[in-house]
């Protein structure tokens, strides 16, 4: 069993995640259940669950299973121009839990698309950031998830060509991906302000300076969090054997042999009382020596949407 267990910080929840799961509180309290909800509002099973338990009803598209009216929230990863139109054809109200860092990318690409440029999307295909922010300008953007994609692009025009990119990837892939876009595309601009968000950076900073003391990094996360699933990778490439897992239930025996230090980081969607319930875990079995592992603060807090202030403001 473990000696000793390293918490990295910053982890789990950010801002923007912060600020969906409770826009989907408050809007259940303000207007009762039920409330819709496109897609996971965060990519994290027990939050998920949590609301769906408080009524909230959480729906792949907008279709008919809504009914005309209802109150609907669109997910912090984003959604594109088309299903805003389709939710004003379908009468719905909404309310748009958008992350302002995912917002940023998709004005970016309309920016971009407006200039006449081609848009190299760095991103996972089929991840509902990506295609929130290709639904911006399908005709302009064309998605890249490797730096072998780079090799095999070609486009028309060479000196008209700009990147984004998804928001929770990993920092040192992006990196090498743009490097080698440059490389290729002399004449590629990019946006102001890199698109990772801080917190994924934050995130993956904090696991590759903790990784190289621990034997075991456990990772708080849900199969489809991209922002999880990278804190897993660094760990590995910093020296870690590193798993992502649910919650303590899933912790293996077999995963803690002659493991001596225990690191334990969190993804972006995923609350704290998981990493409580974990620490507790290592606690029962012995562990006594816990410390916090703190590479950076963050103090960053989004306002929640607009509509939601207003109807707060009301009641009040």
């Not at 000793?4 to 912060?18: F, H, I, M, N, Q």
């Not at 994609?149 to 990119?165: C, F, G, Q, R, W």
């Not at 876009?181 to 993956?204: E, M, S, V």
Request: charged content about 25%; glycine content about 6%.
């Amino acid at each position: 069993m473990p000696s000793k267990l390293l918490l990295a910080a910053p982890r789990g929840y950010c801002a923007g995640v912060d600020r969906a799961v409770q826009t989907v509180e408050r809007a259940l309290t303000l207007y009762g259940a039920p409330v819709y909800v496109r897609k996971e509002i965060v990519h994290n099973k027990h939050v998920v669950e949590v609301l769906r338990e408080r009524g909230a009803i959480f729906v792949d598209e907008l279709d008919d299973t809504i009914p005309e009216g209802a109150m609907t929230v669109f997910s912090a990863h984003g959604v594109s121009p088309m299903v805003h139109a389709e939710a004003e054809r379908r009468g719905l109200r909404t309310i748009d839990a958008t992350c302002p860092l995912v917002t940023k990318v998709h004005r970016e690409a309309v920016k971009f698309a407006g200039e006449g440029y081609t848009i190299v999307l760095i991103g996972h295909a089929g991840h509902e950031e990506v295609e929130g922010t290709m639904g911006e300008a399908p005709d302009h953007i064309v998605l890249v998830e490797t730096e072998e994609d780079v090799d095999n692009l070609e486009v028309d025009d060479p000196t008209k060509i700009a990147y984004i990119s998804q928001t929770t990837l990993s920092v040192d892939e992006t990196g090498a991906i743009i490097a080698r876009l440059r490389d290729k595309f002399p004449h590629i601009i990019g946006p102001r302000t890199d698109d990772i968000c801080y917190a994924t950076t934050n995130r993956q900073a904090a696991v590759k300076q903790m990784a190289p003391l621990c034997d075991l990094v456990l990772v708080i996360g849900s199969r489809n969090s991209s922002n999880s699933n990278r804190l897993v990778e660094v760990a590995r490439e910093h020296g870690a054997e590193s798993h992502l897992i649910d919650n303590e239930s899933q912790v293996q025996a077999a995963w803690l042999e002659g493991v001596e230090t225990v690191g334990i980081t969190s993804g972006a969607s995923a609350p704290e009382e998981l990493v409580s319930r974990l620490v507790d875990y290592f606690r029962e079995r012995g562990v006594t020596d816990v410390s916090e592992f703190e590479v950076v603060q963050e103090d960053v807090r989004f306002m929640l949407p607009k509509t939601i202030r207003q109807a707060m403001a009301e009641a009040s």
